[in-house]
T-cell receptor, first 116, second 112 residues
Framework: AQTVTQSQPEMSVQEAETVTLSCTYD???????LFWYKQPPSRQMILVIR??????QNATENRFSVNFQKAAKSFSLKISDSQLGDAAMYFC?????????????FGQGTRLTINP | DAGITQSPRHKVTETGTPVTLRCHQT?????MYWYRQDPGHGLRLIHY???????DKGEVSDGYSVSRSKTEDFLLTLESATSSQTSVYFC???????????FGSGTRLTVV
């Protein structure tokens, strides 16, 4: 079974600085998707960015980018120019491409604090 | 998010009572899921459905049952609530393998 590990329970960064959140996963599959979700205090789960495993190019969404290292099974999230609104729990998630299940497996989460 | 709603948003119940949480979608998506969120564990899959009357267990299914009699509704039932089932419950939907999920706003359940 696939597992996802986020080894940083908490992180903090100064406003306008850059922070990187770590995520590693374990799988024997060659094709899959990886995601980062943001959960602000409102509890809503918000998709931040996704990466298809067959794509070598790292995904980017405005200030958010990933460093996808397939061989190392690593999927880190970089947030540039951190803003107060980025404060939230961040979850890394893995999705198999095996037909039928379409299940997401989540990491434990990293709580990000932005210091003004 | 638009297209998926959960009810209730908050609930307090007593140990041993049955509880049903409802998830309703208007997206006509095939897949629906129930997760629970607990500190230090992230989100863990309870049950999921891949069609009307087609359901399967997730990693933490003990003490929970589900039903899906219509495409748009997915019910999660705690037959006899226990304090260990105090948690935040999320419903999610997906309609394609190319995207992540769309989540409901969650239900905070407290069993006293």
């Amino acid at each position: 079974a696939q597992t996802v590990t986020q080894s940083q329970p908490e992180m903090s960064v100064q406003e306008a600085e850059t922070v990187t959140l770590s995520c590693t996963y374990d799988t024997s599959e060659s094709d899959y998707y990886l995601f980062w979700y943001k959960q602000p205090p409102s509890r809503q789960m918000i998709l931040v960015i996704r990466q298809e495993a067959y794509k070598q190019q790292n995904a980017t969404e405005n200030r958010f980018s990933v460093n996808f290292q397939k061989a190392a099974k690593s999927f880190s999230l970089k947030i540039s120019d951190s803003q107060l609104g980025d404060a939230a729990m961040y979850f890394c998630a893995y999705k198999t491409l095996i037909q039928g299940a379409q299940k997401l497996v989540f990491g434990q989460g990293t709580r990000l604090t932005i210091n003004p | 998010d638009a297209g998926i709603t959960q009810s209730p948003r908050h609930k307090v119940t007593e140990t041993g009572t049955p509880v049903t949480l409802r998830c309703h979608q208007t997206e006509n998506h095939r897949y629906m899921y129930w997760y629970r969120q607990d500190p230090g564990h992230g989100l863990r899959l309870i049950h999921y459905s891949y069609g009307v009357k087609d359901t399967d267990k997730g990693e933490v299914s003990d003490g929970y049952s589900v039903s899906r009699s219509k495409t748009e509704d997915f019910l999660l039932t705690l037959e006899s609530a226990t304090s260990s089932q105090t948690s935040v419950y999320f419903c999610a939907i997906t309609g394609t393998e190319y995207y992540g999920y769309t989540f409901g706003s969650g239900t905070r359940l407290t069993v006293v």
